[in-house]
């Protein structure tokens, strides 16, 4: 199973990006897939996660400015990230789990102006 996660970039505080995780394999094969974030120097953390029956959850620091959706004919899990903080600068990581775990090579977010 492959995870290809994309859409990072530069962009001033404010702006918006969209990050996508192309799976090799149906979506819904996986409970769970989220979006974790690494900044350096800290441990990965959870930013938003949805289950196969659609259910999210997200990190108290991005509710109401990220949003995290699916395109099961695509494959794919995208994290819409609006009003962009210098501090969402880390490189983000997409998690696809269930009976096994897999991750996604991470892609980087770099908020500043």
């Known amino acids: 199973v492959q995870l290809q996660a994309s859409g990072g970039g530069l962009v001033q505080p404010g702006g918006s990006l969209r990050l996508s995780c192309v799976t090799s394999?149906?979506?819904?094969?996986?409970?769970?897939m989220g979006w974790y974030r690494q900044a350096p120097g800290k441990e990965r953390e959870l930013v938003a996660a949805?289950?196969?029956?659609?259910?999210?959850n997200y990190a108290d620091f991005v509710k109401g400015r990220f949003t995290i959706s699916r395109d099961g004919a695509k494959n794919t899990v995208y994290l819409q990230m609006n009003s962009l903080k210098p501090e969402d600068t880390a490189v983000y990581y997409c998690?696809?789990?269930?009976?096994?775990?897999?991750w996604g090579q991470g892609t980087q977010v770099t908020v500043s102006s």
């Open positions: 998690r696809a789990y269930g009976k096994f775990e897999f």
């Open positions: 394999i149906s979506i819904f094969r996986f409970s769970t």
């Open positions: 949805i289950t196969s029956v659609g259910f999210t």
